[in-house]
């Protein structure tokens, strides 16, 4: 999944004024009429819900909008530069290095200028007065704005599944949506995130399947930064815990881990509503499935537990 890019953008020139004369029969000396240039094109960033990342600008990474006509004679007027638009998916954020302006898009349809055209030259028709009525001279267009743009993509779901590597995060998603995340008992085969939705009477759910969190990962240890970054727009976070990990580690301490690297990350995830989901329960008896159930509910209080095979 490509969820970041760095792209150059640059918005179309001006165009050139036009110093242009009246030439028409039995009139020897025609006033100036030269036209203006037209205005040259933006560069704007659309949100298109179609794309699901930013895998477009992987091989091409400069931009340019089209560039305003020049002004001709007879006050005839450029033609204005084509605006240039890059679709991006939602959950797009743009940080221009030209001023450092942050713009988020997170609508289909939103709309976003990077940088703006520059307008077109005065013909020489604008400069005509009573001291000086045959200018022979013309405005040139203005170059537009440009500059490098980094993107960041992160995700768009109601819901967060974290936890420690191969603690079932994918396998629960398989079992609530129609995702299909690739399914294995080793850690790591979630590499990227997963998008499912859970269809209800009232509304669509999208639940994301955050690849598996290790210490250090807030202070970017395995793209911890990269995979809590999908968690910072969610209104739920549903913490997957093994019950009995392979490994031989300590549940609580696998708990403690995830849930300190979410709070180190962003203060802000540590308050979002819980449930925590007991995973493998079938690869224990129904009564210490239980008994786990009911020590983590009381351990914590208000979140909700569930068990979960």
């Known amino acids: 999944m490509h969820d970041r890019a760095r792209i150059h953008v640059t918005a179309g020139g001006g165009g050139d004024g036009s110093t242009s004369f009246r030439r028409e029969a039995h009139v020897p000396r025609g006033?100036?009429?030269g036209g203006d240039g037209g205005r040259g094109g933006d560069v704007v960033l659309v949100c298109d819900d179609s794309l699901r990342d930013l895998a477009r600008f992987r091989r091409r990474t400069h931009?340019?909008?089209?560039?305003?006509?020049h002004g001709q004679g007879s006050l005839r007027h450029g033609a204005d530069g084509q605006t240039l638009e890059l679709p991006v998916p939602p959950g797009t954020e743009a940080t221009l290095e030209l001023?450092?302006?942050?713009?988020e898009l997170l609508a289909p349809g939103q709309r976003a200028v990077l940088v703006r055209g520059g307008s077109g030259g005065r013909g020489n028709k604008r400069?005509?007065?009573p001291t000086r009525q045959t200018p022979r001279f013309a405005e040139r267009g203005v170059p537009g704005e440009e500059t490098w743009v980094e993107l960041r993509l992160r995700l768009l779901?109601?819901?967060g599944l974290v936890g420690l590597p191969n603690a079932g995060k994918s396998s629960l998603l398989s079992r609530i949506t129609r995702a299909h995340p690739k399914v294995a008992d080793y850690p790591f085969t979630t590499l990227e995130p997963v998008l499912g939705t859970l269809e209800?009477?009232?509304r669509q759910l999208v639940i994301a399947d955050i690849p598996g969190l290790i210490e250090g990962a807030s202070a970017g240890a395995g793209l911890g930064h990269e995979f809590l970054a999908h968690v910072e727009r969610t209104r739920l976070l549903v913490h997957v815990l093994d019950l009995r990990p392979l490994d031989g580690s300590d549940p609580d301490q696998n708990y403690a881990t995830v849930e300190r690297e979410l709070e180190r990350h962003d203060a802000r995830l540590a308050r979002l509503p819980r449930v925590l989901a007991?995973?493998?329960a079938d690869l224990v008896d129904a009564a210490t499935g239980e008994r786990a159930r009911e020590r983590w509910s009381k351990r914590l209080g208000g979140v909700p537990v569930l068990v979960t095979s």
């Open 99 to 103: 001023d450092g302006t942050r713009v």
């Open 157 to 159: 779901a109601d819901v």
């Open 63 to 69: 931009f340019k909008a089209g560039r305003g006509g």
């Open 278 to 280: 007991l995973s493998k």
């Open 127 to 129: 400069f005509a007065g």
């Open 200 to 202: 209800s009477e009232h």
């Open 31 to 33: 006033g100036p009429d």
